[in-house]
């Protein structure tokens, strides 16, 4: 077997880059950042729609001047800022964990207490003791919530990028492998699903297969596997968009040429040549296509859908006392400082992975 | 050079067609999913004879009648007409409410797009001016840290800030502008008011675009700026600014404009949650409502409103790009 | 046409409220239509103004008292008094009732006020062969089955009889503010117009109905109370949005709102540059579930006690009302009939609870589980999910099922919910309490929720309508009081005060009654707006 070079990137860089990694953001979830559906030329197959990130020219950007932190180094460690993002992480998935199977617990999320209701850590009347972050409208514990909520996010947020990836990237690598009538069907399809801006899909998906409300005790869907469903199939297109371009230059690869002319089956040369190299780097959309379907989920239960009380959620904590804000704001405000800042961690690491890869790679 | 631009205007017209028959498709379907008798489904407050006007309407809305295909055909010739269904509790035609409210949700739209860009590219040029040095680093970074907000948490912020503690600008309420008159005649300009409670929203939509739009911009700066006719217009002792404003500006500005172009769909993603949180009754809050009402035909019509929207503006966008970039139609079009 | 409004959930309620302590009226300085524009914030959209067939929620029962008249109108002293009509007087029996009218009163579109114009509109509301049968209702026709003919006399005289005695009869004329006389031409009006066209003798006449975003009302030059209405106009803009209604009253675009929230409450408060018109005690609306006693589980009384003791509603109130409205132990307020302080509903105990909840099961095949229906806003959801925590301690298991205001009463009326949160007035200020608690709780009628069948109560419902002596009454809907909690077929939670907010701008003011006995209830919510301006 030809040697597969490990490491990725888009070979193409200035004036017109185009696959690759779109860079920070958080997508068309109504969060700001990379538009998703930026058009680039795709010098390489003209009859496309290539609705990727504006991936390229954030990736110039990066190499020009990353974000903060300042270059890496070839070769070197990762920099402070970067093991912060990963300490923060790390700390989110434990706390979820242990909130979830119940090892360790700071209070008990279901359970209101009068004296706490609607009470934050700087209330007026004295905070309510035993309850660092204060309490939500009704009294249950804000900390307790937090934690159980951050399960909820993240199963839903990794549930529906591993969904994209695994049937989005799958279905690019074909498209971009077959080339061809393949192609032009499953370009057609992403760009149908495209063509409906990605929340205005996923929220229909969502009030479609959640249904009637007083089926809720009969329904067999829980919430978050709908909303696994709903935001995996809307991001199913992006990955697709973007595991397909890169497939496709590295089909053009002397080695898969050569695996080719020996005369190794299709499936096998996408297995074994193509998903090694296209998979690194999409490991960096992963990162950031978790922080996009955490704020995803987090749109949507502003919006009236996803996981219902009174599981919580950190969307459905804000959206629920929203109402709230003037008198109560630290019930929005947690767990909306929660998303951010898993979002900012979540962007940079994937920025980081990025640049590592493609910094690698120039160097071959 | 006249009949590439044509072919290729010819290759894309056919695409919209046939992404926006698919998605009429895909939209007829959605209803039809639904378990149960859609009429039952689609009105359940509906029992009894009272609602016999609406059961009816419901069932001439859907042409339950008829075969599957004819259901299709009848609903593709009704959207051609404009025929959008009912809002069944009520009884309003779903095209009203797409008058009432489209108006309100392209002026957000606008006026979040004229923001960001306002702003996005003096910053953009001074980054890339200052490429490398502290300047450059702080503005990355917090357009890095903005990329990353996302804009309900920024909406909740503004509202809780400056609307519910500062009392400096309205956080809720709308007033009729410059638009909403040509779609609904009874509503009655009142630009003062109106743009003081478009505010908020539109800079809270913005910001995050402010950052996309900047780094665009910055990038495709930096590398103009290292072309010879910079260089030469140094030596020429033509100022800076008027170098950076004048020369090179405009050629950098394609791929910003382009991206600014095709952002609709971030926008009208964004407009819908930003609407919610400040209450302005556009296109996001009607969704939301059919939404929490389960109101199913209403939701139907509402995403295929956008859905060609959407399309019909990334179309124009790529033919407007097309024709101000002659490589893109010659690598578009096959020899 | 919708069912929203009757009673409510979370939005508007349905019968009288009581008043206590209405602004006294102030001599208004400037005359009629002097008084500027206002915006008046409102819970909900109403979309049918037939009045016969519409089934209007308190936004609804606000406009209606801008464009419309009733025959009658509550005095603060809770006597429902001549207000159209100038004088509503029963034979000795109370089954024939005098209506005599004003003269020179005109409709807005310069129809005459006339005994035929009423008797239309009575015969209307009853679906009576004398009215215009494509306006029936469905609710009116059941409520005044018991007239049975109304007669003209002459043209300024009618009479109706009565198929039993029923003292309170004004109260009904009144029917907590949706009973206004419409123009026979609004009656006549082709196709939907009735539900759109609004015409009635009220002090301001409508200029434009734009669903979904405002009803402007403009002054009625020719209105038959000199000097009023003081303002040029009023603008009724719906704000389903509980904070959102407030936000836009802080922020100015309101000049008026009414809130039943006690959360809105504290935020009004907070607010130091905002007035505050609140509901007094007396007449108050109670906040209560609803239980569906005609299946399972609900139809044993084990199960309901089980419910009524696994509720802490000290506690329920504390959280979701922060303590700013009173626990309710009694179907009525204070000042009406039949009010008691402890009516004996079944108090917290959690250790009962238990054991009745395994005593159900252990019948039940081991489930107990539960749809408790509410409103969609965050409030209810919010009440909701305490609520199923609260039970779910005892071992109920609670599924929430929440819906917008129409179809939540159609679930109801339809028995698919088996605990339905609720808002309504029962008891009233006339000294009778039959109008606002007969259909609500007698066998066999729809807006019965609970669809309970128990012959005390029917029978003490019963004998509270035919009474006619205030002590008599007031022991019989004691007895009924009793009854209802004995039977737990209801869990009152606590009593709601309506709110109004408005800007310092605005002078709210409640003007004396025609026939000079004394000024207007504070009707939840409805105020009376001809005595509205704003400086």
Redesign the interface.
């Known amino acids: 077997m030809p040697c597969s070079i490990p490491g990725f990137v888009v070979p193409e860089r ?2 017109s880059p185009r696959g690759g990694a779109p ?17 680039r ?1 795709d ?1 390489a197959d ?2 496309s ?1 290539a609705f990727e990130g ?1 991936a390229g ?2 990736q ?2 990066a190499v ?2 990353g ?2 932190g300042g270059r890496r180094r070839l070769g070197q460690g990762l920099n402070v800022t970067a093991w912060v993002a990963i300490a923060w992480m790390a700390f989110i998935v434990l706390i979820a964990v242990l909130a979830k199977t119940g090892l360790v617990t700071w209070g008990d999320p ?3 207490i ?1 004296s706490c ?2 009470k934050g850590p700087f209330a007026q009347g004295g905070s309510a003791p035993g309850h660092l972050l204060g309490c939500d ?3 249950r514990d804000m900390i307790a919530r937090l934690a159980l909520g951050a399960w909820e996010s993240l199963l839903v947020s990794v549930g529906a990028i591993t969904v994209g990836f695994v049937i989005g990237g799958g279905l690019g690598i074909i498209a971009g492998y077959f080339g061809g009538f393949v192609d032009t069907v499953l370009s ?1 399809m992403f ?2 699903l ?8 996923a ?2 998906l969502v ?2 297969l959640q ?4 089926n ?2 009969n329904s067999t869907l829980p919430d978050w596997f709908v909303l696994i469903l709903a935001i995996g199939i809307v991001s199913i297109p992006l990955v697709g968009r973007i595991s397909r371009a890169s497939a496709l230059s590295w089909s053009q690869r002397e080695f898969v040429l050569a695996a080719r002319a020996q005369g190794a089956k299709s499936g096998r040369i996408m297995i074994r040549e193509l998903l090694p190299n296209v998979a690194p780097a999409m490991f960096s959309i992963a990162l950031l296509g978790i ?1 996009i379907a955490i ?1 995803a989920e ?2 949507l239960a ?4 996803g996981v ?3 599981t919580p959620s950190w969307g459905n904590i ?10 109560s ?1 630290h019930i ?2 947690e767990p ?1 400082i929660l ?2 800042l898993t ?2 961690a979540l ?2 690491l994937g920025d980081v992975v990025r640049t590592r890869f493609e910094v690698r790679e120039s160097g071959i | 050079m006249r009949t590439e631009l044509l072919r290729f205007i010819a290759r894309r017209l056919v695409q919209l067609v046939i992404v926006l028959f698919v998605v009429s498709i895909f939209t007829f379907l959605l209803i039809r999913l639904l378990p149960g008798d859609p009429v039952q489904t689609i009105i359940p407050f509906a029992k009894g004879p009272q609602f016999a006007k609406e059961r009816a309407q419901l069932r001439r809305d859907l042409g339950l009648n008829k075969s599957l295909l004819g259901q299709y055909w009848s609903y593709v010739i009704g959207l051609l007409q404009g025929h959008l269904g009912h809002q069944y509790s009520s009884g309003l035609p779903v095209s009203t409410l797409v008058d009432q409210s489209l108006p309100v949700s392209l002026q957000l739209m606008i006026y979040a797009q004229v923001i960001s860009l306002v702003f996005a590219i003096p910053l953009g040029i001074l980054a890339a001016y200052r490429a490398g040095t502290k300047t450059d680093s702080a503005i990355n970074t917090s357009s890095f840290a903005l990329l990353a907000l996302p804009n309900f948490v920024l909406a909740l912020f503004l509202s809780f800030l400056i609307g519910a503690k500062l009392h400096w600008l309205p956080t809720a309420g709308y007033a009729p502008g410059w638009l909403d008159q040509f779609f609904d005649g009874s509503q009655h300009m009142q630009l003062g008011q109106h743009l003081t409670d478009m505010i908020l929203p539109s800079v809270t939509l913005a910001v995050g675009q402010i950052a996309v739009y900047m780094r665009l911009l910055r990038s495709d700066m930096i590398a103009t700026l290292q072309e010879n006719f910079i260089t030469l217009a140094k030596a020429k002792g033509i100022t800076n600014r008027r170098i950076l404003w004048r020369h090179a500006l405009r050629p950098s500005s394609l791929t910003m404009l382009t991206v600014a172009g095709l952002n609709v769909g971030t926008l009208i993603g964004g407009a819908i949650v930003v609407e919610v949180i400040y209450d302005l009754p556009g296109m996001g809050e009607k969704i939301f409502q059919a939404v929490e009402s389960r109101s199913y035909v209403e939701l139907q019509s509402y995403v295929v409103v956008i859905a060609v929207l959407f399309v019909v503006v990334n179309f124009l966008v790529d033919f407007l790009y097309a024709v101000l970039d002659p490589r893109i139609r010659r690598a578009r079009t096959p020899a | 046409m919708t069912l929203a409004g009757l009673g409510t959930a979370a939005g508007a309620s349905t019968t009288q409220a009581g008043p206590a302590h209405a602004p006294a009226p102030t001599a208004q300085k400037g005359g009629a239509g002097s008084g500027g524009n206002l915006n008046f914030g409102l819970e909900a959209e109403t979309d049918n103004y037939c009045l016969t067939s519409a089934q209007l929620a308190i936004s609804g029962i606000q406009v209606v008292a801008a464009v419309y008249d009733t025959l009658t109108v509550p005095n603060s002293k809770g006597v429902a008094v001549p207000y159209l009509a100038k004088s509503v007087t029963p034979n000795a029996a109370n089954t024939l009732w005098t209506i005599t009218l004003r003269p020179g009163i005109k409709f807005q579109d310069g129809e005459t006020l006339d005994a035929n114009a009423v008797k239309l509109n009575l015969d209307t509301y009853r679906a009576a062969p004398g009215g215009v049968s494509a306006d029936f209702g469905s609710l009116f026709p059941i409520y005044l089955k018991f007239i049975s003919n109304v007669t003209v006399v002459d043209p300024m005289t009618l009479q109706v009889q009565l198929s039993t005695a029923v003292p309170d009869f004004p109260d009904y004329l009144y029917s907590t503010g949706r009973m206004g006389i419409m123009a026979p031409a609004q009656l006549n009006a082709p196709g939907q117009g009735c539900e759109t066209d609004m015409i009635g003798t009220g002090p301001f006449k409508l200029q434009s109905y734009q669903q979904n975003q405002k009803t402007v009302v403009v002054r009625n030059p020719n209105y038959w109370q000199a000097g009023f209405p003081k303002a040029a106009s009023i603008t009724f803009v719906p704000v389903p949005d509980e904070s959102a209604r407030t936000n836009q009253l802080e922020g100015g675009q309101l000049d008026l709102l009414h809130t039943s929230s006690a959360q809105q409450l504290s935020a009004l408060k907070s607010q130091s540059n905002l007035k505050l018109l609140l509901q007094q005690p007396g007449y108050r609306e109670i906040h209560y579930y609803y239980l569906r006693a005609n299946k399972a589980p609900f139809n044993s009384l084990a199960a309901r006690q089980a419910f009524a003791d696994a509720v802490d509603r000290n506690s329920l109130n504390l959280i979701q009302n922060k303590g700013l409205f009173q626990v309710a132990n009694s179907i009525m307020d204070k000042s009406s009939p039949g009010y008691l302080a402890n009516a004996g509903y079944p108090s917290y105990n959690l250790k009962k609870a238990i054991a009745l909840v395994n005593q159900v099961k252990a019948q039940n095949g081991g489930q107990f589980n539960i749809t408790l229906g509410t409103t969609t806003d965050p409030e209810a959801s919010a009440e909701a999910q305490l609520v199923k925590e609260q039970v779910g301690k005892a071992g109920i298991n609670v599924t929430i099922a929440q819906f917008d205001q129409a179809t939540l009463i159609n679930k109801a009326l339809q028995g698919d919910i088996d605990v339905l949160v609720w808002r309504n007035l029962h008891g009233e200020y006339s000294g009778d309490a039959d109008q606002s608690t007969y259909v609500w709780f007698a066998e066999g009628y729809p807006t019965n929720f609970g669809a309970f069948s128990d012959p005390t109560v029917q029978s003490l419902l019963d004998q509270g309508r035919a009474a006619s002596s205030p002590a008599q009454i007031n022991s019989i809907y004691q007895q009924f009081n009793r009854a209802m909690a004995k039977g737990a077929y209801i869990l009152p939670d606590w009593y709601v005060n309506w709110t109004i907010g408005y800007q310092p701008s605005v002078h709210l003011t409640f003007p004396p009654l025609p026939n000079g006995e004394g000024t207007p209830a504070f009707v939840y919510g409805r105020i009376p707006v001809l005595g509205l301006s704003k400086s």
Not at chain 1, 211 to 214: D, F, I, T, V, Y
Not at chain 1, 302 to 305: M, Q, S, W
Request: aromatic content about 6%; charged content about 10%.
């Open positions: 200035r004036p860079g920070p953001g958080t997508g068309g979830f109504g969060g700001p950042g990379a538009p998703a559906d930026a058009i030329r010098e003209p009859s729609l504006d020219l954030l110039v950007d020009a001047a974000p903060e279901q359970n209101s009068a209701a609607s409208s009704i009294g057609g760009n149908v495209l063509s409906v801006p990605a929340i205005v899909l929220l229909a009030a479609f249904g009637s409300p007083e809720a005790a922080a704020v987090g749109t502003i919006l009236g859908v219902r009380p009174p804000i959206a629920l006392d929203r109402g709230l804000l003037l008198t704001p929005v405000f909306s998303i951010f979002a900012l962007n940079y």
